[in-house]
């Protein structure tokens, strides 16, 4: 179990940085993985017929219970594929109970121009900080671009080309996708740049290696707080949310939304047309071709043989 605790730890400080958990979602989740390790023998090195096993184990729990602890070991798997931990993910063979998918947390436009706000506020002096100028890029990225806090963090000093407004990044499960850059971005991360050392591998360089995800977790709060907004409902994985989103209010395609997110499944995107159904009603009114089309009202009968009043 040894090596399932270390792993387990380094999961849980992704979560913390990347997803927000709360110590009581990392106490659960650390239950979770624990037991679950300890009814197959380890997570490590365990197989897809290992993890198949766990649903006679867990037959007689309810059905949130047993998502719960599957979605935990979903998650457990995938961070140690992305990280290069395993070379195959078998959380496939995990049972799958029916249950209905909570609406991602978002902010609204209002929100986001706020945080904009403080930093353009910050920015608006003769020299400003470095520290102000890497919040800038930051932020421009995370909520301009939809990058996972992993993705950001890693970014190398050259990943923004000159010539090319997108950036190539490679996410879960070793897949490539686009991702288009905004003039503001670009322009946020070459005023940053000239504060970047040059030797330095890295475009948020901290120390020997780069800024930590736990760090950028940290910086995205104390901007929320400062903005005037609760800084438990901002993390960098709301930032993303709040891009999907705010992307498909404003009319984008579900299709090149997945392709943006990185999402393998269309599934996974989809979750974001159910947080502003208002706007989808109001889309198809406006839209779609009979929307446009004044409806013709039923003209009373007229009999011939009617007596006038």
Request: aromatic residues 6%; positive net charge; charged residues 25%.
């Amino acid at each position: 179990m040894g090596d399932d605790d270390a792993l387990i730890d380094r999961f849980l400080e992704m979560m913390a940085a990347e997803r927000g958990a709360s110590r009581n979602t990392l106490l659960a989740y650390r239950a979770d993985l624990n037991g679950a390790g300890a009814l197959i023998g380890g997570l490590a090195g365990a197989s897809k017929e290992a993890l198949g096993r766990l649903a006679g184990e867990w037959a007689t729990l309810a059905a949130s219970s047993v998502a719960r602890k599957a979605s935990a070991l979903r998650a457990f798997y995938g961070f140690l594929e992305e990280e290069g931990l395993r070379a195959d993910n078998p959380a496939s063979a995990l049972p799958r109970p029916v249950m209905r998918r909570p609406l991602p947390k978002i902010l609204s436009g209002a929100e986001v121009d706020m945080l904009f706000a403080l930093i353009a506020e910050r920015l608006a002096v003769a020299h400003p900080a470095p520290g102000d100028l890497r919040l800038s890029a930051l932020i421009e990225l995370l909520y301009g671009s939809g990058l996972r806090a992993t993705e950001l963090v890693s970014l190398s000093r050259r990943a923004l080309a000159a010539d090319r407004p997108f950036l190539i990044l490679k996410g879960k499960g070793g897949r490539e996708r686009l991702v288009p850059i905004s003039d503001r971005a670009r322009a946020a991360v070459a005023s940053w740049l000239t504060h970047v050392p040059s030797e330095s591998a890295w475009l948020f360089p901290s120390g020997k290696s780069y800024l930590s995800r736990i760090r950028l977790y940290q910086i995205v709060k104390a901007l929320a707080a400062a903005a005037g907004i609760a800084p438990e409902r901002v993390s960098p994985h709301v930032l993303r949310h709040a891009f999907a989103t705010h992307l498909l209010e404003g009319g984008a395609d579900l299709r090149a939304l997945q392709s943006m997110l990185g999402h393998a499944d269309i599934g996974t995107t989809q979750i974001y047309t159910h947080v502003d159904s208002r706007r989808l009603v109001e889309l198809v009114n406006s839209r779609h071709p009979l929307g446009q089309m004044v409806p013709k009202m039923p003209q009373p009968r007229v009999d011939d043989d009617a007596s006038s009043p």
